[in-house]
């Protein structure tokens, strides 16, 4: 009886330091807790996550379980749509239109979902409004992202580690990660997480620019150009325009320019 005792109150002292936690950083918000598991969506820094209780004890050291309200924007493969156009129950619910985009989360009793748009191919685009149980890093935040603020529009980019295969790390914020020259030959930059405001860099009263689209920063000046060539379903963009977004790719300097590029291997909201 008393060991039982101790456990529950082991318990309640766990949950109560996890309802405390406020995070110092910007935070990447994981399905699982596994930094290689895809990030749902961004926490700022000073933000109080509710605490996911009834996944505390379940949680390893390290991590937090964390309550995520919906609706999330998402994708369903179209065989798993009824023909009410609702999702199966059970069909697995994806973060982007791609197999290998990873799960959000599959479809059960009581969720609500509608479609928001068809795009070409095996998907639609779904609206779910669900609740769900996510995961942060607590402690030395390794998903920490640094805001796109504190780089100048022009100048060096910062650098991460090379990322797990299955998912991009982001920046640690206990350090700042190196800073490679602009002018570092091409190839030799690792792909990393950058976020900022999606802009068009089209208009009829100025000469074409490099690329159609570009990385903003909170001050309104541009950070880099954005090739989305890589991306499968580019006419989408125009739905993420003037929006805060965070796009995983490699940064390269254009010839002749102090302007970077970043070539855009996956976008998605902030």
Known sequence: MKTKLTLLALFAVSAAAASAAVLNATTAVHTKPDETSPAITYLKAGSEPVVARDAVATTPAGWLAIEVPGPF?????????????????GAPIYLRPKADSGVLTTFEPGDKAHVTGIPPGRWTQISL??????????????????????????????????PAPAA?????????????????????????????????????????RPYDWALNDEAGSRYAYLDISKLLLTEQIESYADRSIVVYGAARALPNSKDIVIFVESLQLK
């Open 73 to 89: 924007e998402c994708y369903v493969q179209n065989k798993d749509l009824t023909k009410s156009e609702d999702p199966r129950l």
């Open 129 to 162: 409004d669900k609740k769900l149980v996510a995961y942060v890093r607590i402690g030395s935040a390794p998903d920490a992202l640094p805001p796109i603020a504190t780089a100048p529009a022009t100048g060096p980019l910062p650098s991460t580690p090379a």
């Open 168 to 208: 991009p790390p982001a920046a640690s914020a206990a350090s700042p990660a190196p800073t490679p020259s602009v002018s570092e030959p091409a190839g030799t930059t690792l792909p990393r997480l950058f976020a900022g405001k999606l802009v068009s860099t089209r208009s009829p009263f100025h000469p074409r």
